[in-house]
């Protein structure tokens, strides 16, 4: 009985030695694992293969930010973004990326319309301050165009220079010179030209 408790013992002692080396093994390896090779780019990690150091994804989709990547995949697919990458100069690339990842965010969050939706929103927004900027500068005009008229009109309109008969005549001339429905088409203010 002594005898197999002590080998029983003895060959426990002899699993944690091998697993403690196991543990001391695999720590070494992430360690050399960080410090010789960088973590794989956001895309090759989704793509799950191994990012090699002239990897095209790399430079514009790290690690550290994998949605940036995933929509532009589930959008444009990983080896249309490799084609388009590929066929670019470097200098555009990042640009070219920058552009994937809003229309692919667009995209993702209206999927019907994507970036034209928000194109056209723009677009209403810019038609309304068109309308609001037209409106403000036909007000100035309006405003120097009575101010003129009414510098001109005490000398030539007091009751005093004017002749009887037309003190008698109805004041038209106090009448504004010019509509403001000249200027601006308010029927069709704040229309854009993306509505349907």
Known sequence: FFKITQSCRSATAHNILLRLEDIHNITMKDNGRKQGMASPCAACKLLRRRCAQD??????????????????????????????????????????????????NARVRDPVYGCVGAISSLQQQIDVLQAQLAIAQAEVVHMRMRQLSSISSPATNSPENASPSSRHTPSHATRSLFSMDMVVDQANMGESLWSC
């Open 55 to 104: 990897c095209v994804f790399a430079p514009y989709f790290p690690a550290d930010e994998p949605q940036k990547f995933a929509s532009v995949h589930k959008v444009f697919g990983a080896s249309n973004v490799n084609k388009m990458l590929q066929e670019l100069p470097e200098h555009q690339r990042g640009d070219a990326v920058s552009s994937m990842v809003y229309e692919a």
